[in-house]
């Protein structure tokens, strides 16, 4: 059981919105920043977002982080259907020394 | 940039595989490295890091006393020894790896399976 929570999945059509958020506890999320990774089954887990709303080169600007108390959340905008895809919030644990990704929300469009 | 796994293959429980990460492409002394696994129908778990150079380790808990990381840092290499493997250790094994001073992993392997199954 995951100290990190994600909703399972998420959908919306093209075009629209979708949120997806997570939540820690103080000796993770809030005490350190939040990166999410973009995973699609085959193939290698991908940087999305760091230090909460930072984006990699390339990542596209629908893309937008942030995080606030022990929670973070992750936005997907102009939803298209290549962001079909797992997604994993992740944060050090200061308690436990380890890192922690939540269980990852599928999204469907 | 390059991060190539091997190792992987079928272990029966208790015994050991030795995995590498193999890389290119990028400051490898400037990179704490990890690894990260994913069993079958789950989602993604960190199981251990090695920092840059100070040798700093780190183990989840599910692995901590059995699984040891290393790296060569002359080879760009980062290792993952699997002692008493159960069934449970069952997955898709990534290496993965961040700037020194981040949290975050910006590049990523695509993985090697490993199996463990009497």
């Known amino acids: 059981q995951s100290v990190v929570t994600q909703p399972p999945s998420a959908s919306g059509t093209p075009g629209q919105r979708v949120t997806i958020s997570c939540s820690g506890g103080t000796s993770n999320i809030g005490s350190n920043p939040v990166n999410w990774y973009q995973h699609l089954p085959g193939s290698a887990p991908k940087l999305l977002m760091y230090?909460?709303?930072q984006r990699p080169s390339g990542v596209p600007d629908r893309f937008s982080g942030s995080r606030s108390g022990t929670s973070a959340s992750l936005a997907i905008s102009g939803l298209q259907s290549e962001d079909e895809a797992d997604y994993y919030c992740?944060?050090?644990?200061?308690?436990?020394?380890?890192?922690?990704f939540g269980p990852g929300t599928t999204v469907t469009v | 940039v390059h991060l190539v796994e091997s190792g992987g293959g079928l272990a029966k429980p208790g015994e050991s595989l030795r995995l590498a990460c193999t890389t290119s492409?990028?400051?490898?002394?400037?990179?704490?490295m990890n690894w990260v696994r994913q069993a079958p129908g789950k989602g993604l778990e960190w199981i251990s890091s090695?920092?840059?150079?100070?040798?700093?380790?780190y183990y989840g808990a599910s692995v901590k006393g059995r699984f040891t990381i290393s790296r060569d840092n002359a080879k760009s290499t980062v290792y993952l020894q699997m002692d008493s493997l159960r069934a449970e250790d069952t997955a898709i094994y990534y290496c993965?790896?961040?700037?020194?001073?981040?949290?975050?992993?910006?590049?990523w392997g695509r993985g090697t399976v490993v199996t463990v199954s009497s």
């Open positions: 492409g990028f400051s490898f002394n400037s990179y704490s």
């Open positions: 992740a944060a050090w644990d200061d308690s436990l020394n380890a890192f922690l």
């Open positions: 993965a790896g961040g700037w020194e001073g981040g949290q975050h992993f910006d590049v």
């Open positions: 090695i920092a840059a150079s100070v040798g700093y380790l």
């Open positions: 230090a909460d709303g």
